[in-house]
DNA sequence: GCGACAG
DNA sequence: ATCTTGTCGC
């Protein structure tokens, strides 16, 4: 495979444009595991140092992406900011921003036209090279099959993996509430997603969740951007989930992005 | 017309 | 996503 430049988000078109190059997105995408950097039987090298050390060769390199907004009366001047962490083995090795102008607004199934650009801007300041990329969206999970994280894997061409912690479209197979901690629940496609009815697009994955009864913690939908089969996806979110309920590349992307957004305000 | 959906 | 106080439970 190789980087798809001619492939990436242009807010300019029309919708009826846009929703034809996510068909040609998913077209290319490759939803199963494909020339990973690291072994997808043994997750452990992703965020234990001890495990990651084992293999003899360089730990992966994992990044988070995640963004925070600086908006405005109409949303005309509204502004991203991108951050982006890299961490290897579970340290922090790189961290890089963008703050980026928006050209268009929040449309649901066409998010990766208003932030993808952004996104791009700021992982093209990154150095090193990842071997894993954590999105703050859906993936596969998707109308088209192409979400952010889907298009961004395909135009960068690394593995990539949408954590949304909210479902946009599909069905569960099972029961999403009040699950046990490690549970996963199949996410298949329904009437609203262009792929055979009953396709596996993703998992509801429940990172965390309380000890006792009483409350308790909605799940993570995690699903393929490209080059990810949908076990190993959930598997690498699970293993990257310390203390938080979020993968801790995103979770550090996230503070990092309200951070440089504090620079901007107060 | 009804339904309705990431960030 | 963002704007915000309090409040529940560990």
Request: aromatic share 2%; net charge negative.
């Given at each position: 495979?190789?980087?798809?430049?001619?492939?990436?988000?242009?807010?300019?078109?029309?919708?009826?444009?846009?929703?034809?190059?996510?068909?040609?997105?998913?077209?290319?995408a490759v939803f199963a595991d494909r020339d990973l950097g690291f072994d997808p039987?043994?997750?452990?090298?992703?965020?234990?140092p001890l495990a990651a050390t084992a293999g003899g060769g360089d730990p992966p390199t994992v990044v988070g992406v995640d963004q925070s907004f600086l908006l405005t009366d109409d949303d005309r001047e509204d502004r991203a900011i991108s951050?982006?962490?890299?961490?290897?083995?579970?340290?922090?090795v790189e961290r890089v921003s963008e703050v980026t102008p928006l050209e268009i607004p929040y449309i649901p199934g066409l998010l990766s036209f208003r932030e993808g650009g952004p996104i791009l801007a700021a992982l093209s300041e990154l150095s090193v090279e990842p071997d894993l990329a954590l999105f703050d969206g859906s993936g596969r999970i998707h109308f088209r099959q192409a979400g952010i994280a889907t298009h961004m894997g395909v135009v960068?061409?690394?593995?990539?993996v949408g954590v949304a912690k909210s479902l946009l479209c599909g069905t569960p197979r099972g029961e999403t509430e009040g699950l046990a901690e490690g549970d996963r629940v199949a996410i298949e496609a329904d009437g609203d997603v262009d792929a055979p009815k009953g396709t596996l697009l993703g998992y509801a994955v429940q990172s965390r969740q309380y000890d006792s009864p009483g409350r308790h913690i909605n799940p993570l939908y995690v699903s393929s951007g490209h080059r990810v089969g949908p076990?190993?996806?959930?598997?690498?979110?699970l293993e990257l989930c310390s203390d938080y309920k979020l993968p801790e590349p995103v979770r550090l992307a996230d503070a990092y992005a309200e951070d440089v957004k504090g620079e901007y305000v107060e």
């Open positions: 495979m190789a980087p798809r430049p001619d492939l990436a988000p242009d807010p300019s078109l029309s919708r009826a444009e846009m929703e034809a190059l996510q068909e040609e997105i998913a077209d290319v039987a043994e997750p452990a090298a992703l965020s234990n951050a982006v962490v890299a961490t290897r083995a579970g340290e922090v960068a061409d690394f593995p990539s076990e190993t996806a959930a598997g690498a979110v």
